[in-house]
């Protein structure tokens, strides 16, 4: 997956988000483009947290959060996983 598959993904999640998760998407983007992996690691922690997310975590962490997890702290790309793990449930990947 390119750069330009990534901002794809990631405006098509945000145009399916619930409103109030639509700005953090578009941090998730900024902070891509700028290879802040900190900050997008911080950002994808609180929308992770956020319950409206539930149906997202999965498409963003394969598709997106594994792109980066070399550059993500271990502990919390875990912590992804396992938010993301919730929707795994009678599902093989």
């Known amino acids: 997956m390119n ?11 945000r145009d399916q988000a619930p ?3 639509q700005g953090l998407i578009i941090q998730f983007e900024d902070y891509w ?7 997008l690691t911080d950002a994808l922690i609180e929308f992770f947290a956020n319950p409206k997310s539930e149906p997202q975590r999965l498409a963003f962490f394969k598709v997106f959060i594994l792109k980066f997890a070399d550059k993500i702290n271990q502990l919390k790309l875990v912590d992804l996983g396992l938010k993301a793990a919730t929707q795994c449930r009678g599902t093989l990947f």
């Open 3 to 13: 750069v330009d598959t990534i901002a794809d993904f990631l405006a098509e999640q």
């Open 19 to 21: 409103e109030e998760l």
């Open 33 to 39: 483009e700028r290879k802040l992996w900190h900050q």
